[in-house]
């Protein structure tokens, strides 16, 4: 009768190989520890350093809130839409509300807006840490539908160091490496069946 295979009778690198099949998540503490920032005492927060008087970002912020509602309740419609055009009116350099409006854009099927905004988002999110991170990940998203997978992986390599758990999946599913071993895995059960 035959030895039972293990885990401990496999080569320190086929060990990894299924680890890295069976845990995709540790794949890039384990074969790029440069993108993961887990001792990162950086925050993820939105800094409130705007030019314009406190009330009126308060203002803006209650009208991208409102937009955002009407968005969440099926009605990203031109009355959201208006009410995001007016946040930035008066808060012209406020990432988050390009972030958002950005989303609601790409529910509509806008992409190439949802686009704009994006960018806008990340030029401006250079204080607003946690929403440029979001926009990171939505352009990666974007860029992965236009299939421009170096550029989304650019952009998920940079929100998955602010910390994105997102990213880092994403970055998994666009790994040749990742997506190798799992065929073989695939292969090999289907010749055990």
């Known amino acids: 009768m035959p030895q039972p295979l293990t885990k401990s009778c496999l080569s320190a690198h086929d060990q ?4 890295s099949i069976f845990n995709p998540l ?3 503490s384990t074969l790029a520890p440069q993108l993961i920032n887990a001792d990162s005492s950086e925050v993820l927060v939105d800094t409130d350093d705007y030019e314009e008087p406190k009330e009126v970002v308060d203002k803006s912020k209650l009208l991208e809130i409102e937009a955002v509602k009407l968005v969440e309740e099926n009605h990203a419609d031109v009355l959201a839409f208006e009410k995001f055009k007016e946040a930035l ?15 609601a854009l790409r529910l509509a099927g806008k992409d190439d807006d949802a686009f704009a905004d994006l960018n806008k988002a990340i030029e401006y999110g250079a204080t607003q840490h946690k929403t440029r991170c979001h926009a990171l990940c939505q352009r990666g998203v974007l860029y992965r539908k236009m299939d421009k997978v170096d550029d989304a992986r650019r952009d998920f390599e940079e929100a998955a160091k602010m910390g994105s758990k997102f990213a ?7 790994n040749p490496f ?3 071993c799992n065929q073989m895995l695939r292969q090999a059960f289907d010749q055990l069946k």
């Open 16 to 19: 990894q190989v299924l680890e």
């Open 26 to 28: 540790e794949l890039t």
């Open 178 to 180: 990742a997506a190798l």
């Open 89 to 103: 009116t008066l808060t012209p350099k406020r990432a988050s509300i390009y972030n958002n409006r950005a989303q």
């Open 168 to 174: 880092k999946t994403q970055l998994v599913e666009i």
